[in-house]
């Protein structure tokens, strides 16, 4: 018979310690009799006192209990729960120090995993706030009696428990600030313990909450909701099953949408779809795209997993012709219908599984000069062989992880014969350790 595991016994007195360096998710490092150990709440070159929170082979993990020396970059939290709430995990750090920091962190990347270099840093894109950013969102949902009603918000660090929040300050006000009336609405519901979770989705304008129900709303809930939503001038719809039945609590919905005034663009889209969280930084970012890829009016561009059309339409303005591919039928069809809406002839979008096989594809049968990818956090591997088959000269990639962007940029570059010309990162997520980022690459003639 195996014997159990016995639990490693945690120390319980505080610790000393001077943090070394920050890891890609935002914890401070040092190291303990030799042993690497990661501290939350802490910050490069301070001294801290820290009690320990898990123990394995390979390393243990922390939370400061104590700065002793603080740094430079450490500022005063504007959440009473940070530190709490998994939510943000840099809001003690400085912001231009944490797009620094960032920046670091995607240049080591391409270093140690691809094995490359840019030519060339640059400069961050940053926002003109960095709170109230966020208009996409999954807020978890729990009815807590002992904590004197439902509560609403990120999921505490490391832990199924909804963080009890007043305020959440990263989210745009129209939802940010309605937490607590949110709350006392789903207090008075009869299914108030079988609602786990609300979707928040903002355009320009138009703000959708997603309830998801676990059991049938009562006539009684839907009338207590259908009040509360012009009320705050939001939209409720209720979603009882899969995406699929996501669907307006009356009426036949409202249409959501965001511009792009640069290039004249209106683009429509459903609560479900993905969009970009932050409309600052998404605006910046496709500007930079169009001027990394240098458009001229003769040129033929493939953009792949295109989404709605975000990059695509902007692209079209310049462009000869922009062909679109994206793994879901559902935004292809939405970016057909805004490229119609938009009055753009010179569009085409396929939908394709961009991590099988494509040999058979309509779009590769022709050929491009320029591309732009902008694909998930598992990266682009699976497509990067086509690129210099279809004689793509120039590429912007537009990542949302820079583990993978390192990996796809050696490939390009050790395998391809491209030559990464330029990168640096896009502040889309502040107080957070997500790493959004661009670069460029161009053909070795």
């Known amino acids: 018979m195996a014997r159990k595991r016995r639990r490693k016994q945690l120390p319980t007195e505080p610790v000393e310690a001077q943090i070394e ?7 401070g490092v040092t190291h303990i009799d030799g042993k690497a150990t990661f501290v939350h709440g802490s910050l490069p070159g301070e001294s801290v006192r820290f009690l320990y929170t898990g123990r394995w082979r390979k390393y243990d993990e922390g939370r400061v209990v104590e700065v002793l020396k603080p740094s430079a970059e450490r500022v005063e939290p504007k959440c009473s729960q940070f530190g709490v709430c998994g939510g943000c995990s840099l809001q003690h750090q400085d912001s231009k120090a944490q797009v620094q920091a960032k920046q670091q962190s995607m240049l080591e990347s391409l270093q140690h995993i691809g094995n490359v270099e840019p030519a060339q840093i640059l400069p961050p894109l940053v926002g003109e706030t960095a709170w109230g950013y966020r208009r996409k969102a999954r807020l978890g949902v729990r009815f807590v009696p002992k904590k004197g009603g439902t509560l609403i918000g990120f999921r505490e660090r490391g832990s199924s428990f909804i963080t009890d929040i007043d305020c959440c300050h990263i989210l745009h006000p129209r939802v940010g600030e309605l937490l607590p009336e949110m709350s006392r609405l789903i207090d008075q519901l009869s299914i108030r313990d079988q609602i786990p979770q609300i979707e928040m989705a903002m355009g320009d304008e138009v703000c959708v909450l997603i309830f998801r129900l676990l059991e049938p709303a009562s006539d009684e809930d839907l009338a207590k909701l259908q009040a509360f939503a012009p009320a705050h001038k939001i939209t409720i719809y209720l979603q009882e099953g899969g995406p699929e039945t996501i669907r307006p609590l009356q009426g036949e919905g409202v249409t959501l949408s965001y511009q792009l005034p640069a290039f004249d663009l209106t683009l429509d889209f459903l609560p479900s779809d993905f969009t970009q969280v932050n409309s600052d930084i998404n605006r910046q970012m496709i500007q930079r795209a169009v001027d990394l890829l240098q458009l001229q009016g003769d040129d033929r561009v493939l953009d792949l997993f295109c989404g709605l059309g975000n990059f695509t339409l902007p692209m079209a303005r310049h462009a000869a012709r922009v062909t679109g591919v994206e793994g879901d039928a559902g935004l292809v069809a939405r970016a057909r219908e805004n490229a119609s809406r938009n009055h753009l002839d010179n569009t085409s979008f396929y939908t394709a599984n961009l991590y099988e096989t494509l040999d058979n594809e309509p779009w590769l049968q022709t050929s491009f000069n320029k591309a732009l990818l902008d694909p998930p956090r598992s990266g682009a591997q699976e497509v990067l ?19 993978t962007l390192a990996r796809d940029a050696g490939i390009l570059v050790a395998e391809h014969g491209y030559r990464l010309i330029s990168a640096g990162v896009m502040d889309m997520f502040p107080h957070t350790a997500h790493v959004e980022s661009i670069a460029l690459f161009e053909k070795v003639k």
């Open 21 to 27: 360096s920050l890891t890609h998710d935002a914890k």
């Open 385 to 403: 062989h086509y690129l210099p088959k279809l004689g793509v000269e120039r590429i912007v990639y537009v990542s949302c992880y820079p583990g």
